[in-house]
């Protein structure tokens, strides 16, 4: 893919993470790896309403000028990538079920089908800052260098990484799907045990 390719793909999936109810009006962010550097959202931009102006580029392996542009998660994309050399594409959602379980489990295991089959677990993080923190990127870094696509940052949101924004988003679409069927089975088991 070209650099106009990667900006069309970014553009489209902030347009369906806001379709689909993954983001409020101005949440999330969206990076690609394009060698050494990424193309990230700039801060403070509309996730379903995105033009080519609403993204930068930038080096993954030093800081520029420029940096302040990106949204603020930047640490967090770079450090992922730094770390993660298989990793090509970041999308980073606020999901409201997943993000609300994200409370209460270290880890979160789908009960589902397809969340079995494209998540199979899901790792939450607890750090002390967990927006823009050197704390959050590293720890997120870890997670998925221990294989995990997809974590849960308790108080915050989520980051699915992949190949591509689709791989992505299939993990981000999933988490959701899953994390309603447990907080919905979960509900009615609670509901059938008071009779």
Aim: hydrophobic letters at 40%; charged letters at 25%; glycine letters at 6%.
């Amino acid at each position: 893919m070209n650099k106009q390719e990667f900006i069309k793909d970014i553009i489209f999936y902030g347009r369906v993470l806001y379709e689909m109810g993954l983001v409020s009006s101005h949440g999330g962010n969206i990076s690609v790896r394009i060698d050494d550097n990424l193309i990230i959202t700039k801060t403070g931009r509309m996730a379903g309403f995105l033009k080519e102006e609403d993204l930068v580029e930038l080096p993954i392996f030093e800081k520029t000028e420029k940096d302040k542009e990106a949204s603020i998660e930047l640490i967090v994309h770079r450090e992922i990538y730094k770390k993660n050399p298989q990793i090509n594409a970041i999308l980073h959602a606020h999901p409201i079920y997943a993000t609300t379980l994200g409370y209460f489990l270290e880890e979160f295991i789908p009960i589902d089908i397809e969340g079995e089959l494209f998540l199979k677990k899901v790792a939450v993080v607890n750090v002390s800052k967990p927006s823009a923190s050197e704390e959050l990127a590293k720890s997120l870094a870890d997670v998925f260098n221990k294989g995990y696509n997809i974590a849960i940052v308790r108080n915050h949101g989520s980051f699915s990484v992949g190949k591509n924004l689709n791989e992505a988003l299939k993990y981000t679409s999933a988490l959701e799907n899953s994390a309603k069927i447990y907080y919905l089975k979960q509900s009615f088991d609670k509901r059938d045990s008071l009779g």
